[in-house]
């Protein structure tokens, strides 16, 4: 993968882990409504998207035809006043986690992302190749790998506004 989206997936997460990293169970797994999630969950989701998103580039890849389709604004995902329903698929369990477990499975989901990444002989099909995208339709498959740390990068603004909730009821 190109180093400019290399360096925004590896920070984007550095800083994620820097969230979490000194929160208690309790803290993780608080709910500030019984609506909402957890950072814990929010975290799941995360892994889950990533996940889901490797399979789906795979998939993408696999197509005889090159299908591509004109570059997506997918730097709106950034803007948390619209609302973005998350995919059965790609929904948290309701369980409580433990912190290292997140941090496990966030390091475990990146490790797949960057050892598929490593597959990819010629990168530059990625940008000729697309597949629908549940927020963003036809999605060239190099923007489903972008949207990965935009999408994290969202999430990380929700857990900070989230912590803040934690430090007003204490």
Not at 42 to 62: D, F, P, T, Y
Not at 90 to 117: A, C, G
């Amino acid at each position: 993968m190109n180093q400019l989206v290399n360096d925004d997936l590896y920070e984007t997460r550095n800083n994620l882990l820097k969230e979490i990293a000194l929160l208690s169970a309790a803290q993780i797994n608080n709910k500030p409504d019984p609506a909402k999630w957890s950072i814990a969950q929010v975290c799941h989701h995360l892994v889950l998207v990533e996940e889901s998103s490797i399979k789906a580039v795979a998939w993408g890849l696999k197509e005889t035809e090159s299908t591509q389709r004109e570059r997506q604004k997918i730097e709106l995902i950034l803007d948390r006043s619209k609302k973005i329903i998350a995919p059965k698929i790609v929904e948290p369990d309701e369980k409580p986690f433990k912190v290292q477990q997140i941090v496990d499975l966030l390091n475990s989901s990146r490790d797949k992302l960057m050892t598929f990444l490593s597959t990819v002989e010629d990168e530059s099909i990625l940008a000729k190749k697309s597949m629908k995208h549940p927020a963003f339709g036809e999605l060239p498959l190099d923007q489903w790998i972008e949207l990965l740390y935009l999408h994290e990068q969202r999430h990380i603004e929700q857990i900070k506004e989230m912590k803040l909730l934690l430090d007003t009821k204490h």
